[in-house]
């Protein structure tokens, strides 16, 4: 085989992984995951509108997490609005709130889960929270998204925050 070839096969492989990448990422921007877009916007209003019962601002949406082997993993077939509480101390809002509660070495996790159809991929999944960033924007301007690869933070009130401490 020729070098030539060789690299002829490799960029007709990098080109068919990107074209389904894109491909995913067009399916969600064109409503193909408005269904679970939903049912995360509803489970963060929730979690939002009820900040005081969790005594918590800041948010992640992503992944939701689940406990294997006494490790807190990425469960591949959810998604979620969670919180950390290191202490326990808002362990009785977010059961008040129904949020599923995950502790790990004593360190407690609450989340409000969203099951998946399907497990999905890294470009889907990255088209999904880009989709659910924007209309967390869109309702809701003066909350601080911060975006990481497979996941958003989220603290209410943040930008109003920032522009008083700047002042």
């Given at each position: 085989m020729s070098l030539a070839f060789v690299i002829l096969v490799l960029m007709a492989f990098f080109c068919a992984v990107a074209f389904r990448q894109q491909m995913k990422r067009d399916k969600v921007n064109a409503g193909g995951q408005d269904q679970v877009i939903k049912k995360v916007l509803v489970r963060y209003k929730k979690l939002r509108e009820n900040q005081e019962a969790v005594k918590a601002n800041a948010f992640v949406i992503g992944p939701a997490q689940e406990v294997r082997k006494g490790a807190l993993l990425d469960n591949p077939k959810?998604?979620?609005v969670r919180i950390l509480d290191e202490k326990g101390t808002r362990r009785d809002g977010a059961a008040q709130l129904g949020m599923e509660v995950l502790t790990v070495?004593?360190?407690f996790y609450y989340q409000f889960p969203v099951e998946l159809e399907k497990e999905m991929e890294n470009a889907e999944l990255v088209a999904v929270l880009t989709r659910i960033k924007e209309k967390i924007e869109e309702?809701?301007?003066d909350d601080f998204i911060g975006r990481a690869a497979n996941y958003l933070t989220?603290?209410?009130d943040g930008k109003k925050l920032l522009k008083h401490l700047d002042s």
């Open positions: 959810a998604l979620a070495k004593e360190q309702r809701y301007p989220v603290v209410i």
